[in-house]
């Protein structure tokens, strides 16, 4: 048998290499089937089950038939948990499929969406957002419509983690047990029963379940305060306390700044007349002492030892005190003055604020106000995939240029493209940018196509880029057809 030529054997190099993907790609269509067919059998025998609780009766031909215990029924499916949601709206958004969506609200923040409340869910949909406008960011509860199947996994593979495997509650991915997404978005406005939202994450078509106005004071760990406090009653009047304070300290520091007046010893010097629940006492204080340490003038002590020629007479007032007085004073009088309210309305006595010290100090509940934080993983901070840098070719950047702001209504004015959510041109390419500098592939795009185009889909323009070593370059941005726009 004669020896393989340099073509041949790289010619059968290559068809093994194509023969291994390929039983590769089988053993994980083998894997797609066998969950398929798990999820196949659950299904199965949770049908079984309720068709067997189902027993037909036979009905009394005397005795009228009773009325169905819906109510009833309802309330013990609540009790346990299974309920049939109703969406109250369906998001319509800039994006409009799944490739290059944002996988989180801040990616992309020019991104756009609204939302309408179905009247089939509340007569008057917009009686129902009273109030809302109030609220700077909300909650939106939604559904993962696009996953494609039903079947998950205990553990995942999450795109920022480039192939390592975590816990699919330690991550956001859509392929979770029960296919609900939660976003923080925006609230731009609100036109009758339509809401206008931005940094959002969601694809046009997306159910929404439920809204939620965002609370910092309840939603935040950092902005959290201490409830155990018990306030004020709304008849005592604490703002009138905090105008007292603030007064007294003021005057007591112009009296102090001006007359010139002292006591013998430091700390007769720079008595301020400062209530001892006041917020700024300890401020005042450590200025004060600050700077006592650093003019070093002797304590009641040291004065008592030694000789003074006229006691009567005392020392003068260093300049730098009065620089320090003056600090004080600017302090004082620019603090915010409900803030101060606010602090003089939750004062507590010594005695109870050394026990509430205590109780937080010995139970291993949470802290609240100064004392919460807030830990998360470090691969979302640091993760193995980095930003890319994103480039737009010429012909990409005048293809862009070409597309106009939104325009509110009557006959167009140009035949050329218009954005739908998007204002400007400048706005989508901060979008095009914050949406590939994260890299949207999946990491079987990251790996098997590396150098396939990438397309996704932005407001009506439908771009397309490549990606290199620690880049991505828009290649050109097309307005997308009417039937992919209307969806």
């Known amino acids: 048998m004669s020896p393989l030529c340099d073509c041949c054997g790289e010619h059968v190099k290559k068809l093994s290499q194509q023969v291994s993907v390929m039983r590769k790609e089988i053993k994980n269509l083998r894997q797609l089937l066998d969950s398929a067919v798990r999820a196949h059998r659950k299904h199965m025998t949770s049908i079984q089950s309720i068709v067997s609780t189902i027993r037909p009766s036979e009905i009394d031909k005397h005795q009228p038939p009773q009325p169905p215990k819906t109510e009833r029924s309802a309330q013990i499916a609540l009790e346990q948990g299974n309920i049939q949601t109703v969406p109250i709206g369906y998001i319509s958004s800039c994006f409009s499929v799944k490739n290059g969506t944002p996988r989180q609200p801040t990616i992309c923040g020019p991104s756009r969406a609204m939302l309408r409340v179905q009247q089939s869910v509340f007569n008057n949909p917009e009686h129902a957002l009273v109030g809302l406008e109030h609220y700077s960011h909300v909650w939106v509860i939604f559904l993962f419509h696009k996953n494609g199947h039903l079947s998950y996994k205990a553990k995942v593979k999450p795109p920022r983690l480039n192939g390592q495997r975590v816990g699919v509650y330690s991550t956001r991915s859509p392929h979770r047990p029960n296919a609900l997404g939660l976003t923080l978005a925006k609230l731009d406005r609100i036109v009758g029963d339509t809401i206008h939202l931005s940094d959002i994450d969601m694809i046009a078509g997306t159910p929404v379940l439920d809204i939620k106005p965002y609370i910092p004071d309840y939603d935040s760990p950092h902005s959290r305060v201490d409830m155990d406090v018990e306030p004020y009653e709304s008849d005592v009047g604490p703002p009138q306390i905090a105008a007292e304070s603030l007064g007294e300290v003021t005057n007591t520091l112009n009296l102090q700044k001006n007359s010139g007046t002292k006591s013998s010893g430091m700390d007769a010097q720079l008595n301020l007349k400062v209530e001892q629940d006041s917020p700024d006492n300890d401020v005042v204080e450590g200025l004060l002492h600050r700077d006592k340490?650093?003019?070093?003038?002797?304590?009641?002590?040291?004065?008592?030892?030694?000789?003074?020629?006229?006691?009567?007479?005392?020392?003068?007032?260093?300049?730098?005190?009065?620089?320090?007085?003056?600090?004080?004073?600017?302090?004082?009088?620019?603090?915010?003055?409900?803030?101060?309210?606010?602090?003089?309305?939750?004062?507590?006595?010594?005695?109870?604020?050394?026990?509430?010290?205590?109780?937080?100090?010995?139970?291993?509940?949470?802290?609240?106000?100064?004392?919460?934080?807030?830990?998360?993983?470090?691969?979302?901070?640091?993760?193995?995939?980095?930003?890319?840098?994103?480039?737009?070719?010429?012909?990409?950047?005048?293809?862009?240029?070409?597309?106009?702001?939104?325009?509110?209504?009557?006959?167009?004015?140009?035949?050329?493209?218009?954005?739908?959510?998007?204002?400007?041109?400048?706005?989508?390419?901060?979008?095009?940018r914050g949406v590939l500098s994260a890299d949207p592939r999946s990491v079987y795009r990251r790996t098997r196509c590396r150098d396939r185009l990438f397309f996704f889909t932005l407001d009506t323009a439908d771009i397309t880029c490549w990606f290199g070593q620690g880049f991505a370059e828009v290649l050109q941005v097309r307005p997308v057809e009417h039937s992919l726009a209307s969806v």
């Open 293 to 432: 340490a650093e003019v070093d003038i002797p304590s009641k002590d040291d004065a008592l030892c030694s000789a003074a020629p006229n006691v009567n007479t005392p020392p003068s007032l260093p300049e730098n005190l009065h620089t320090v007085l003056a600090e004080v004073e600017a302090f004082v009088t620019q603090a915010d003055f409900s803030q101060l309210s606010a602090d003089v309305k939750y004062k507590v006595s010594d005695s109870s604020k050394s026990k509430l010290t205590e109780s937080m100090e010995d139970s291993p509940g949470p802290c609240y106000g100064e004392e919460a934080y807030s830990t998360i993983a470090g691969w979302i901070r640091d993760p193995p995939v980095v930003n890319l840098e994103v480039r737009f070719t010429p012909h990409a950047k005048r293809e862009l240029g070409e597309f106009l702001s939104p325009q509110p209504s009557g006959p167009p004015e140009s035949d050329r493209p218009r954005f739908k959510f998007l204002h400007s041109a400048e706005e989508a390419v901060a979008a095009i």
